[in-house]
């Protein structure tokens, strides 16, 4: 078994899977390098309950599925699991079956939304926009609890497509002509 990850390390998906932690210690790797994770707060949870049972509902009986964290995010993934790149965003979307795998998604998901927090702050979402894009993500979103609206991002051919929501919109989902997520269901006090 390995030990927790030091900070001067880079790390692989194997490497990963023998971190020796704590219960509900989580750590994400992106470019092999090792993320602490802490624990969500009540409001946040709140949020993700809201938004993933809107998805879940919707995807019922279809092909796509929706997974609240932690649910492991192998983005560039490698059957040889050297792959260096192991997120846990607060809510995943994944239609292709061939991705979902025992241990996570295997590739790139269709949607991923984060959910800010006092400890993953909005400068640290922003970084992980590029991962998402050059990853092959369709879409994704950041939820601020505090200003109670969203963003939104779409990747089409290079290009990143920005929607700003407030608390009382709907949210098209881009990847489902037939969605949307409303926010005062999200954003209730």
């Not at 939104?152 to 009382?168: M, P, V």
Request: with cysteine.
């Amino acid at each position: 078994m390995g030990a927790l990850p030091k900070d001067d390390q880079i790390f692989t998906y194997a490497d990963y899977k023998n971190f020796e932690l704590a219960e509900g210690e989580r750590f994400e790797l992106i470019y092999g390098i090792a993320y602490a994770m802490a624990a969500p707060g009540a409001r946040h949870q709140e949020i993700l309950m809201a938004i993933s049972g809107q998805f879940y509902n919707y995807l019922r009986g279809k092909p796509c599925k929706v997974y609240p964290a932690p649910y492991d995010v192998r983005l560039f993934y490698r059957s040889d699991e050297q792959d260096d790149t192991v997120v846990q965003p607060d809510i995943t979307i994944v239609c292709d079956e061939k991705k979902r795998g025992n241990e996570g998604c295997r590739g790139a998901p269709d949607l991923v939304i984060e959910i800010l927090s006092p400890s993953n702050t909005a400068i640290e979402m922003e970084r992980k926009l590029k991962l998402y894009q050059d990853a092959g993500v369709r879409e994704y979103w950041i939820a601020d609890p505090e200003n109670m609206g969203l963003t939104a991002y779409r990747f089409q051919e290079g290009a990143i497509l920005t929607y700003t929501y407030k608390r009382d919109a709907t949210v098209p989902v881009g990847i489902f002509n037939d969605l949307n997520i409303s926010l005062e269901q999200v954003f209730t006090e």
